[in-house]
């Protein structure tokens, strides 16, 4: 199999390059492995000309500003992590009229009261990744200034993607999408079409191609051409005449970071580690920095290689991450099993995030009655803790729905 996807592969780039005139002019579509390779064939060219489109037009080559993200200057919260908890803990934030249950994996903040029982202690990890122990009585923010990359990453800026990407009318990707990596030869995953035995993976940028037949994750072999920091690729997967190309939307691919910035985050991911935590604190913490700095899939993986019952917290920022990847169907999993246990371990501040987030990811699905319900349940538990900003926000998401 390996020697006919290969020769495939070099008639097909042999053919592109003799033929392109002819070939762009046909009206049938290819399929199967011809059209994953061509597609990647035709993508690394235009890739070229646009890269030197732009290089031409911006300036030749002149750096130029990208736009805030969480954990950009423009939306950063100074804050910490409580990764550790011990009898009766309760928090309020600035602006709050009362305290709510303090929960392991909850943001701790400057301006934000953090009340314990006699007993009571609580520790927080803080951007600097070093620990800080607060023992029982009221306290305020007890991590020293950092100004570093945050620690807390704010999925909950971002607006989800509007239409359902999983709705099976074409192989969907999993990951790595929309995201950067640390590691240059990545887990390949995707949702396969419905009754689909086997499968053509290719990465548009390379000429890389393989058939695979019952599986729908593959890691990216040792012996495929090595991915390059700062190039664009795309994962794509094709059954039959179907092709994960046809979801909408831009920015559906992935880069590797450099090795200056892969030093940075192995360093932090290190110091981490050393800290002694338990499993799951440590691996909240580690996917905090890795979405901070862009690395969403592999904090996705992270997170869901947890056993067990999950915090909310972590199910939550599982949510959150998979929003940022336009992946709303997963979100809508994750955060309603966040629900679920923020509901149990009366984890109020919890419940009014977890039902703000589904009311979010409902109206982009196109389904305003499901979206009015949980964001009216939000902005119910925002009024109750007296956090005007938040429900000021639920409250006009809510009224931009259509009317019922």
């Known amino acids: 199999m390996i020697l006919r996807v290969f020769r495939a592969a070099r ?48 300036g030749c080559g002149a750096p130029q500003p990208t736009p805030a993200r969480p954990g950009d200057a423009a939306v950063r919260i100074e804050s910490g992590l409580i990764v550790g908890v011990q009898g009766d803990a309760a928090v309020k934030r600035a602006g709050w009229r009362d305290y709510a249950p303090a929960l392991f994996g909850a943001p701790l903040r400057r301006g934000d009261l953090l009340r314990l029982g006699s007993a009571g202690r609580a520790t927080v990890a803080c951007a600097d990744l070093k620990l800080a122990t607060v023992e029982g009585g009221v306290s305020g923010y007890p991590c020293q200034t950092a100004p570093r990359t945050p620690l807390v990453y704010e999925g909950t800026l971002l607006n989800p993607t509007r239409g359902d990407s999983g709705s099976g009318d074409y192989p969907l990707v999993i ?9 240059p030869r990545p887990v390949l995953r995707w949702q396969p079409m419905p009754g689909a035995r086997s499968a053509i993976v290719s990465l548009q ?92 899939a592999e904090a996705i993986e992270g997170l869901e290689r947890l056993p067990g019952l999950q915090e909310p917290a972590v199910s939550r920022l599982l949510g959150d991450l ?12 994750r955060y309603v099993t966040a629900l679920a246990r923020s509901e149990t371990l009366n984890d109020v501040e919890g419940q009014a995030q977890a039902h703000h987030a589904l009311g979010r990811v409902y109206d982009a699905l196109g389904n305003p009655a499901d979206a009015r319900r949980h964001l009216s349940d939000a902005l119910a538990l925002y009024d109750r803790l007296g956090d005007a900003k938040k429900a000021a926000e639920a409250k006009a998401q809510l009224d931009a729905l259509p009317k019922p």
């Open 11 to 58: 008639s097909v780039i042999l053919a592109a390059h003799e033929n392109q005139t002819t070939e762009t002019q046909r009206a049938q579509r290819p399929s199967g492995i011809l059209r994953a390779l061509r597609a990647s064939v035709v993508m690394s060219g235009a890739v070229w000309v646009l890269a030197l489109s732009s290089w031409i037009l911006l």
């Open 322 to 333: 998979y929003v940022s990847t336009g992946l709303n169907r997963l979100a809508e999993e």
């Open 205 to 296: 940028g390379t000429n890389w191609v393989t058939e695979v037949s019952g599986v729908s994750e593959l890691p990216y072999p040792e012996n495929a051409p090595a991915l390059q920091p700062g190039v664009n690729y795309r994962l794509v997967v094709t059954t039959g005449d179907w092709s994960s190309n046809e979801e909408p939307g831009a920015g559906l691919g992935f880069s590797v970071i450099g090795a200056e910035e892969a030093k940075a985050v192995r360093e932090a991911e290190a110091k981490i580690r050393a800290l002694g935590l338990a499993e799951i604190a440590t691996a909240l913490l580690i996917s905090n920095v890795y979405a901070t700095n862009g690395l969403v």
């Open 175 to 183: 990951s790595p999408r929309k995201t950067k990596l640390l590691n």
